[in-house]
């Protein structure tokens, strides 16, 4: 079993930065995906960001130009940095450690961290 320790959550000002960090129990493997999804008050989860163990990446339109989506296998470690931050980015953001290329019902999530945007 993978857990997962999310941190970087918190209060920021519209047009702030926040860096989120996910520190993984296990080490990536060869095909993994890691991702960032979000999920506000009333609304359902939504993905964030994607990126593969080769690193290629994916964004929701929504966050693209401002957030960006990293891994540092090494430290077992996926990162999302949050810039010009906006108050429709406030929300739960949870890690997700997915077992393939692609993420399935048998993946591993973390507990989340709250991102808050307001003036």
């Known amino acids: 079993q993978v857990q997962l320790v999310e941190s970087g959550g918190g209060l920021v000002q519209p047009g702030g930065s926040l860096r989120l960090s996910c520190a993984a129990s296990a080490s990536f493997f060869s095909t993994n995906t890691m991702g960032w999804y979000r999920q506000a008050p009333g609304k359902q989860r939504e993905l964030v960001a994607l990126?593969?163990?080769?690193?290629?990446?994916n964004y929701a339109d929504s966050v693209k130009g401002r957030f960006t989506i990293s891994r540092d296998s090494a430290k077992n470690t996926v990162y999302l940095q949050m810039n010009s931050l906006k108050p429709e980015d406030t929300a739960v953001y949870y890690c997700r450690y997915c077992l393939g290329y692609g993420c399935g019902g048998n993946d591993y999530w973390g507990q989340g961290t709250q991102v808050t945007v307001s003036s």
């Open positions: 990126i593969t163990s080769g690193g290629s990446t």
